[in-house]
């Protein structure tokens, strides 16, 4: 579960990280209600990275620059997503720009704690052409995260007096948000200081915030907003204990098991179409399971064929063919049923007319065929 960058920024305040003033709208006349100092940054609110070369981030150092900003930034879309958001904050005045994250290294089975002096930019760029400009830091389960990990990784970027003993407390901090939130990722890119006046170098602040929280953990943490990675019908398939994934494309597709689905996208690939989503009943799936997926994935917009793969295994074949004969859905339809109780699954499919394919290939071709594709 990923949050925006606003929401991120209200837990790291919570448990002490300093960040800017700054207020949320989603309209542009909105501004004149803000109650910041000037100059001020917009950033569009959307969960998807490069933000300011898509011009998602603009200065205004006046009200009236302020609204033109931002109606040109709201209705905006980065990368498919639509902006409905801005963060208003007080600009800051940036020096020296880092890096610090907390996120799981699943090789090694714990958190690792990365910061670099090379705050700013893509640290995976760092990570490829400066390696030695990164630092990593494997946490022990056992033992945890101690304030002296944070003074060691700190004086290794190079943090002196203040700014060393700042570092410290946001590093603990970021550690804390990290376990006690179950986060995938806790990430302050920059972390900056900031230039108070000419003579020279403010407090540290973070001046962007990321936080991935995961979701299997989702149930433990009350007051979390919702989940705005998710669209209407990924909610719906969620509230039923279905996988379901919405595509651009406008083949339906139904599955049992996350590497039958995967494979079946590749076939729909591979002879031509285009999938519109996908859906993993799982295992053991019944009829009535069966029946919210055809309903879930038919009320894409622009489906306009559904193809339906399993592979019974706990799944029962015969449950899955009632569904499918009780309802038949409104679009072209190609289904490919084997394992479990194949028999009398194709029985009952057959008595409703339709064919059941044992090939997935020659199954994947014909939906595509049926759609006028291959």
Known sequence: MKLQEYQAKEIFAAYGIPIQKGTVIDRPEKIDEVALTYPVVLKAQVLVGGRGKAGGIKLAAQPAEARQKAAQILGMSIKGEVVRRLLVAEAAEIGAEYYLAFTVDRAARRLVVIGSAAGGIDIEDVARTTPEKIVKV???????????????????????????????????????????????????????????????????????????IDDNAIYRHDGLPRNEELTELEVAARSQDLSYVELDGDVAIIGNGAGLVMSTLDMISHFGGRPANFLDVGGGATTENMTQAMSIVLRKKGVRSLFINIFGGITRCDDIARAIAAQPPPVPMVVRLTGTNEEEGRAILKQAAIHAHIDPEAAAQEVVRLMGKA
């Open 138 to 212: 494997h946490i022990d389960p056992f033992t945890g995260f101690y304030p002296y990990h944070t003074r060691e990784i700190g004086r290794t970027l190079g943090f002196k007096g203040k700014h060393l003993l700042q570092f410290a407390a946001i590093a603990h901090s970021l550690s804390r948000i990290c376990t006690e939130m179950d986060a995938e990722l806790a990430e302050i890119n920059p972390l900056a200081i900031v230039k108070t006046t000419a003579a020279g170098d403010g407090s540290l602040l973070a001046v962007d915030a990321k936080l991935i």
